[in-house]
């Protein structure tokens, strides 16, 4: 069976990224990769739902057991991708999908070259403080950080190989499809085919 495909799906906090990628799996049947992290649940959040929570102790002994194919510390709190699920998906061929941030996400490049790396972003950062401060799940010395944090992350932006401007939620969940969809279509994707249909026409030349 052919592999899956891993695609990373980045983003400022508070650029609706969650929601897309919601979208995307109840619509087209994608896999989700489930999180560990040391951050408190948000109200709402359920445990093996949203993420697995987990305490510092938990989280270091799955790092040291090589129970996390990267992890990271974001704004005071451990985050990382559990390998069982996303290698078992992968083997099943499914497209799995991971909302990380970017230190994650280049982390995922450099051990599977052929995920997609997916930037989401608002098209301004009045925009993003907006959208945050909506939320109301936030304090304000919270947001700030995030957008501190966000300043960081915009440095690794160019390391994507898809930047999507979220203006309009429903382009945006096309968009993101539309390149999700489109990498089948890459011919080093393809390289296999090509190699066949040649043989079929080696006896031509
Ligand atoms: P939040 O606390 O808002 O749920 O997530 C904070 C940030 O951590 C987001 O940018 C999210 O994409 C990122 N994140 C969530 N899970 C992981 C993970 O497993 N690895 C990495 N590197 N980042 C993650």
């Known amino acids: 069976m052919e592999r899956g495909k891993l695609v990373v799906v980045s983003g400022f906090s508070g650029t609706g990224k969650g929601t897309i990628i919601k979208q995307l799996i109840e619509r087209y049947g994608y896999s989700l990769s489930i999180s560990a992290t040391t951050r408190a649940p948000r109200e709402g959040e359920v445990d093996g739902r ?52 970017v230190k994650g996400a280049s982390n995922i490049k450099a051990q599977y070259p052929d995920a997609v790396l997916i930037f989401v972003t608002t098209k301004d950062i009045a925009t993003l403080r907006e959208r945050l401060e909506k939320r109301g799940t936030e304090t304000a010395e919270v947001i700030n950080k995030r957008i501190s944090r966000a300043a960081d992350e915009a440095e690794l932006m160019d390391n994507y190989d898809y930047i999507i401007v979220n203006d309009d939620l429903e382009d945006c969940i096309d968009a993101v499809h539309s390149v999700i969809i489109s990498d089948d279509y890459k011919t080093e994707n393809s390289l296999d085919f090509v190699k066949k249909i040649q043989g079929e026409l080696a006896e031509y030349k």
Request: proline content about 2%; aromatic content about 20%; overall charge negative.
């Open 50 to 101: 949203e993420y697995y929570f987990k305490s510092t102790e938990e989280f270091l002994s799955l790092v040291d057991y090589n129970g996390l194919i990267e992890w990271t510390k974001y704004v005071d709190n451990y985050y990382g991708t559990p390998r069982k699920f996303v290698e078992e998906e992968l083997a099943q061929g499914k497209t799995v999908i991971l909302e990380i941030e």
